[in-house]
């Protein structure tokens, strides 16, 4: 059971992590292994979230509960800078966090031990009485959440009832029917249906591999309905990055799954999708004794990163001051 679950010890500090993405990655997903918990990167905009981002950015808020309370999701959000068509933003961001998020910023921005400390709740629906004909009350914070879906679709269903009788016994029908769209959530629209001369009230949902494939259309347009078309992914471009940068440098926990991974490759090769769960149990399971000769090596490729850095950036340096003198006497006095 969950409530059972404790937190696991963490693998580095709150500042590695932060300012290193590749250690972050590693720490969450042997987070998620050792809880059990399902680990994805949520795609975006035909994008992969960037979790080392968000996580950097509520965390420089003080928390999620902290930014919730404070209500600086908008801050949050500008530092992704999000195309124009990707709607309700702030909900997919803080529904992310909460469910990839909480508990690792628990251990390693709280420094919480033992149980599992749930998400704070902020927010409570009241349920509208059953088969209403009018449409409920939609939260301008959450105008797109399970709940309210249920009770939308719950009161079509009430309505649809009461107006065609005939349509439980299979009989046909032959009515015209137009479509209005009066708003527009994550995954689909709050439209108003009119059928011959009955008039419904309820939700449209489409889901969209890729933001820039969604209807751009304005509010309180009649359209007709038109199947999707399957998208194609469109394939990430590398990063331009300085081939001469040094590596970065691996916790004692990176060497350990490389070891374990590579031994494991050998003995299961089927069994690939399990590794990750299986190495983080083998690591809890380990002595102090045990951890030293991993801890070693940790420190050992630190140092060898800090030493690196500091000799790239003396050739940087230098080659600027090359560049610079190439460029004339002006542009050394500004390097300098």
């Not at 590579?262 to 690591?283: A, D, N, T, V």
Request: aromatic share 10%; net charge positive.
């Amino acid at each position: 059971m969950a409530d059972e679950k404790v937190y696991p010890t963490p693998l580095a500090s709150h500042e590695d992590i932060i300012s290193n993405p590749t250690v972050f990655m590693n720490a969450l997903r042997h987070f998620h292994s050792t809880l059990g918990t399902r680990f994805m990167i949520p795609v975006i905009g035909g994008k992969g979230l960037d979790l080392h981002l968000l996580y950097g950015e509520v965390t420089k808020r003080g928390g999620l509960e902290k930014v919730i309370k404070e209500k600086r999701w908008k801050e949050v959000i500008a530092a992704f800078k999000f195309p124009p068509t990707t709607t309700s933003a702030s909900f997919v961001l803080r529904k992310y966090y909460t469910s990839l998020l909480h508990h690792f910023e628990q251990v390693y921005f709280f420094k919480v031990q033992g149980k599992l400390v749930p998400p704070a709740v902020t927010m409570a629906v009241k349920t509208p009485p059953p088969c209403k004909p009018a449409m409920p009350c939609v939260t301008e914070s959450e105008p797109d959440s399970l709940l309210q879906r249920l009770q939308l679709l719950q009161q079509m269903v009430c309505k649809r009832k009461k107006a065609f009788p005939t349509l439980e016994s299979g009989e046909p029908m032959n009515l015209p029917v137009m479509g209005v769209i009066n708003g527009k959530f994550d995954n689909g629209y709050f439209v108003t249906v009119t059928v011959g001369l009955e008039i419904f009230q309820g939700v449209l949902y489409h889901v969209f591999e890729d933001a820039s494939t969604s209807l751009a259309t304005p509010n309180n347009a009649i359209v007709p309905y038109v199947a999707p078309q399957p998208q194609r992914r469109r394939r990430r471009g590398k990063r331009n990055r300085d081939p001469n940068h040094p590596k970065p440098n691996r916790s004692a926990y990176n060497f350990f799954f490389a070891e374990k991974h590579s031994k494991l490759k050998l003995l299961y090769p089927q069994r690939e999708r399990e590794f990750s769960k299986m190495i983080g149990e083998s690591w809890n399971k380990l002595t102090q004794e045990e951890r030293m000769k991993y801890n070693a090596c940790g420190l050992k490729d630190k140092e060898r990163y800090k030493r690196e850095m500091q000799e790239y950036k003396e050739r940087m340096k230098l080659v600027q001051h090359k560049e610079a003198a190439r460029a004339g006497p002006s542009s050394l006095i500004e390097v300098e």
